[in-house]
């Protein structure tokens, strides 16, 4: 298994967005919303300008997405990863994570929200990449877990 991570492109929008809708939709039906579904071709040009993205290609496949923001001096957001179901499970995302940590070379602390129910998510986060849970918070009925990397 040869993992890349490409760049994204505004050429790119409907790619990620056909990634996160596959990522995403047990989310959607679960929730009944999820931010990461659903999103616009304008929406997806538009985050991709704001938010720098890199396309997860599994042997040569585009297979998944991890983007993060800067909150503040080496302080970043992973704001999204997400891996198609097919792909889920074989190490892709544990290897995003790493590939962040080399990619921003001032980071001091890593920090994400994810659904707390989501326990497959908790252990990934947890017992696979060695984030801790700081906090949690509320969007609507979901209650969310802060995990923290420093």
Known sequence: MILE????VL?????????????YYD??????????YGITKEGM???IRTIP???IMCDN????????????TGVYEIANLCIIPEYQGKGIGTKAIEFI??????WKMLTLVTPLD???????????????????????DVELARFVFE
């Open 5 to 8: 991570y490409k760049k994204a």
């Open 11 to 23: 050429e790119d929008a409907e790619l990620l967005i056909s990634i996160y809708n596959a990522a």
């Open 27 to 36: 989310d959607y039906l679960r929730y009944g919303y999820c931010p990461g």
């Open 45 to 47: 040009e538009e985050s």
């Open 53 to 55: 993205k890199y396309i």
């Open 61 to 72: 496949m585009p297979v998944g997405c991890i983007s993060s923001k800067q909150i503040e």
């Open 101 to 106: 940590k080399t990619h921003l070379d001032d």
């Open 118 to 140: 989501k326990k497959q998510n908790v252990t990934f986060y947890t017992e696979k990449c060695g984030f801790r849970i700081e906090s949690t918070e509320r969007d609507g």
